[in-house]
């Protein structure tokens, strides 16, 4: 949102992006943003869980003294990102290898041992299911991505009952429960509005 949308180069202080991101919405683009849904979907570096264990891998600075021997794979934009340009940079990190692939691809190719370490994303379902560790971003480099609701100006103006509703989602989400609703739709191949239903639905218990 801040830098892809707004146009900013420079992400502000984590405690000071939302204030911001809400003035410029609401000032330039007519959009209210309703809140934050309590989770937030960005890359992180993710290694097998016994592995990273076993070599005392917690964190990417840990992952950066190993790194060399390592091969990393990520999705066929993530190697252009500037998430990457930024690891790389507060790290020196350097891999042996880097590959670039099919989301599904990279996580069938980190279980069958083909790569070390993959740019996960946070939320995926996969990550519990195949035992995988997130490693900490000790240093902060990729920025957040707290997953927001938005509603435009007007409509939340002209509908408030549904404003109403729609904030019965403000933090009601982690991320632990975002993997376990994702792995419902990815991995047990129930319907996404099923999933969604059954959700919102234990919200009102």
Known sequence: MWTT???HSEAPPKSEWLPRIEKELAKDHGIVVLGELGFENAYAFAMNEKR???EGIQSLSDLARIAPRLRV???YEFFSREEWRAVRREYGM??????SMDPALMYQAIQSDHLDVIAAYTTDGRIAEMKLKLLEDDKHAIPPYEALLLANAAFARNNPDAVDALKLLIGAFSTEMMQRLNFLVDGKKQNIGQVARLFCDSLKQ
Do not use: P, S, W
Not at 94 to 99: A, E, N, V
């Open 94 to 99: 350097q891999f042996q290898d880097l590959r």
């Open 73 to 75: 794979g990520g999705d």
């Open 5 to 7: 949308a707004l146009g």
């Open 52 to 54: 990273a264990n076993e």
